[in-house]
């Protein structure tokens, strides 16, 4: 009788965030035998296609070309419900931020006083003697 591990589900939720990074860096060479080591560990094709959005949503850390993959984006949206899909088209700011909106903002904000320079004991190579431990 095959039992399951008390650990089942931390590997399972390790295996979730290492799949995420390894697609947010476009680690290409580690991605194929992570899949295979998941689908083994009884990951879904589904569920590794929702792991790969969640681990490229973020539009901060990816370049102005990036486009999602569409089969994907298809597939969530025809798993929300149509009044759903709308209300989240519309919260979608459309706006991008130009050259001169950056420079007033940097304008705007008031200029933090500048700290001193740190004293000389700053700048003291560390003290790399010996020192005797006590045993008590």
Aim: proline fraction near 8%; include cysteine; charged fraction near 25%.
């Amino acid at each position: 009788m095959k039992q399951r591990s008390v650990f089942a589900d931390e590997w399972r939720e390790c295996l979730r965030a290492h799949y995420m990074y390894v697609v947010h860096v476009g680690d290409i060479s580690t991605e194929p035998t992570l899949i295979s080591v998941m689908q083994e560990a009884g990951f879904t094709e589904t569920e590794l296609a929702e792991l790969r959005v969640r681990a490229t949503m973020h539009v901060d850390d990816v370049g102005a070309d990036f486009q999602p993959d569409s089969a994907v984006v298809e597939m969530i949206k025809s798993q929300m419900e149509p009044a759903q899909a709308a209300a989240v088209m519309e919260t979608v700011p459309e706006a991008v931020a130009t050259e001169t909106d950056e420079a007033e903002s940097e304008t705007d904000t008031p200029q933090a006083e500048e700290e001193p320079p740190p004293n000389e004991e700053y700048y003291a190579p560390p003290d790399d003697s010996p020192h005797q431990l006590s045993l008590f």
